[in-house]
């Protein structure tokens, strides 16, 4: 099993910045992929950001390109979402993600097998 603890949510104006955390633990595998979901009331929860294992390569959702930026502490078994310039639409419930069995970047929900609580991010106009 592996336990995924997202922090540092919170409230933010337009265009000002946050950074999120989602520490791993338990039973860490050698490779593992890992992404950024969000859910806003009545959507579904979309891809923001995947990494791979390695972290060379990653994925951005069209909507937060150029604005956030995910990266990975493989030593600390820990993956960040920097957010940047942010917008009231990107206020949602953000969720950690790992995908157990892929080194590359997995951008499909479905895929990934462990989830953390979600941690919220409003952003005030």
């Known amino acids: 099993q592996v336990q995924l603890v997202e922090s540092g949510g919170g409230l933010v104006q337009a265009g000002g910045s946050l950074r999120l955390s989602c520490a791993a633990s338990?039973?860490?595998?050698?490779?593992?992929?890992m992404g950024w979901f969000r859910q806003a009331p009545g959507t579904e929860r979309d891809i923001v950001a995947a990494?791979?294992?390695?972290?060379?390569?990653?994925y951005y959702a069209d909507s937060v390109k150029g604005r956030f930026t995910i990266s990975r502490d493989k030593a600390k078994n820990t993956v960040y979402l920097q957010m940047n310039s942010v917008k009231p639409e990107d206020t949602a419930v953000y969720y950690c993600?790992?995908?157990?069995?892929?080194?590359?970047?997995?951008?499909?929900?479905?895929?990934?097998?462990?989830w953390g609580q979600g941690t919220q991010v409003t952003v005030s106009s």
């Open positions: 338990g039973r860490i595998l050698s490779s593992i992929a």
């Open positions: 990494i791979s294992w390695s972290g060379g390569t990653t």
């Open positions: 993600a790992a995908n157990r069995r892929s080194q590359v970047v997995v951008v499909s929900a479905a895929e990934y097998d462990y």
